[in-house]
């Protein structure tokens, strides 16, 4: 069975960092992409970044340009958020996706 795991959320302050962790399991990882989407309360679900499974980073907000990097360890079927800098406005509840699953989602709560 397709699993995938967010884990990292919590609640922090304006300019303080978070790592986020998917891991997947059930399908072979390494093969595809992966992707962390969000969902703020009210709003749609958008992309946020996506990486290759050759390690290729493709961003999709430029809102976190700068801020946000992905990553991948492929060992541990595990794909990373690292999310500095963080603002209220990346409040949300934070998906990966691949291959058409989606994970429960871990929430990031920025706020003073």
């Known amino acids: 069975q397709v699993q995938l795991v967010e884990s990292g959320g919590g609640l922090v302050q304006p300019g303080e960092s978070l790592r986020l962790s998917c891991t997947a399991s059930g399908f072979t990882f390494d093969f595809y992409a992966i992707a962390w989407f969000r969902q703020a309360p009210g709003k749609e679900r958008e992309g946020v970044l996506c990486?290759?499974?050759?390690?290729?980073?493709?961003p999709i907000r430029n809102s976190v340009k700068g801020r946000f990097t992905i990553s991948r360890d492929n060992a541990k079927n595990t794909v990373y958020l690292q999310m500095n800098n963080l603002k209220p406005e990346d409040t949300a509840v934070y998906y990966c996706?691949?291959?058409?699953?989606w994970g429960q989602g871990t929430q990031v709560t920025v706020s003073s």
């Open positions: 990486i290759s499974g050759s390690d290729g980073s493709i």
């Open positions: 996706w691949s291959d058409g699953y």
